[in-house]
């Protein structure tokens, strides 16, 4: 609920209303927001030009909607990001592969079609990163790593109380260790539609664990 008090209040400065929705099943009135108590979330959001092209496809409260903030292109800030190096050491890639990652700026693009979200990498050089995944449904899946193909179960979920958009890869690596890496995914609204989404990554292997907070900053439609 912070993260749509936020979203609301910076949508319209007039502090003359309130918007009282239904997120989540929870009823909250956004003093700050220039919506009367009747105004639906769509027509919300549709002060913020950067979700127009979500909203047109959703006129509704459903899943859509769980995943609605996270929805757009997105490009990382290393201004505001933590180097990756020790995350990548620890699953075994070399250190000249790893200095080139980590100061790769790759764009991350967001769509969601009721519970599922896919998610597509492009770094600046080599080919796309594509997931798919859904809501509440574990993923099995093959994924790359450094040394080859491995298979690996994904799972995504929301946290409706923090904003939490958790997603889970576990699989065994080449030397039979468990491997489990966790995407913590949250938005902070930003001016002109230049919204934030912030990830923690957090790697663990055979009890050893590392992690780093990368910020990701939305590209206008």
């Known amino acids: 609920t912070n993260l ?3 979203l609301f209040a910076q949508a319209c400065p007039d502090t003359s209303g309130g918007c009282a929705v239904d997120w989540f099943g929870i009823n909250r009135n956004f003093a700050g927001s220039c919506f009367s108590s009747q105004t639906s979330v769509a027509e919300c959001y549709h002060a913020r030009s950067s979700l127009r092209p979500v909203l047109d496809r959703t006129n509704k409260m459903s899943t859509d909607n769980v995943l609605l903030p ?6 990382l800030d290393h201004g505001q990001s933590q180097s990756l190096d020790a995350v990548l050491q620890l699953l075994g890639v070399p250190w000249p592969v790893r200095k080139v990652i980590d100061k790769s700026s790759p764009t991350h693009e967001y769509s969601a079609s009721g519970a599922r979200l896919t998610i597509v990498v492009r770094p600046p050089v080599g080919g796309e990163q594509r997931s ?23 799972t995504l979920a929301f ?17 039979g260790k468990s491997v489990e890496t966790t995407y913590d995914r949250s938005m902070e609204a930003g001016a002109a539609g230049n919204d934030k989404m912030w990830m923690q990554m957090t790697v663990s292997v055979g009890g050893q664990s590392a992690s780093a907070r990368r910020c990701l900053v939305r590209q206008s439609p």
Not at 70 to 75: A, D, I, L, N, T
Not at 163 to 174: A, C, E, T
């Open 4 to 6: 749509l008090h936020t």
């Open 70 to 75: 996270f929805v757009g292109r997105f490009k």
């Open 159 to 175: 946290d409706s109380v923090s904003g939490i958009l958790r997603q889970q890869v576990q699989y065994l690596n080449k030397e």
């Open 132 to 154: 798919e995944l859904e809501l509440g449904v574990p993923t099995e899946t093959k994924i790359s790593q450094f040394g080859g193909e491995v298979d690996a179960t994904v």
